[in-house]
């Protein structure tokens, strides 16, 4: 069974930075594809970015390019999401997702984008 643990959503004010983590345990994190989504309440959850399970292949959706990075390190069993210039139509809740035959969810964590 795979566990992923998100950490480093807190409260930002616009234009800041954050960086998320999601570590992974109990499988093997370097074959699976690793994905952030977000989801406000009471709204679908939505596609942010993913990436290949090497790393060598990156997505985004459209209104986060060129201020979102995600990254991985299979060393360490973790995926970033690396989150520049923050708008307040950022704030939602982050969730970890990998996919490696069966599709695993983290719980989230909370991003508030607010002066």
């Known amino acids: 069974q795979v566990q992923l643990v998100e950490s480093g959503g807190g409260l930002v004010q616009p234009g800041g930075s954050l960086r998320l983590s999601c570590a992974a345990s109990?499988?093997?994190?370097?074959?699976?594809?690793m994905f952030w989504y977000r989801q406000v309440l009471g709204q679908e959850r939505e596609f942010v970015a993913g990436?290949?399970?090497?790393?060598?292949?990156?997505n985004y959706r459209d209104s986060v390019k060129g201020r979102f990075t995600i990254s991985r390190d299979n060393a360490k069993n973790t995926v970033y999401l690396q989150m520049n210039s923050l708008k307040a139509e950022d704030t939602a809740v982050y969730y970890c997702?990998?996919?490696?035959?069966?599709?695993?969810w983290g719980q989230g964590t909370q991003v508030t984008v607010s002066s």
């Open positions: 997702k990998a996919i490696g035959g069966r599709t695993y």
């Open positions: 109990g499988g093997t994190f370097s074959s699976y594809a």
């Open positions: 990436i290949g399970s090497a790393g060598g292949s990156t």
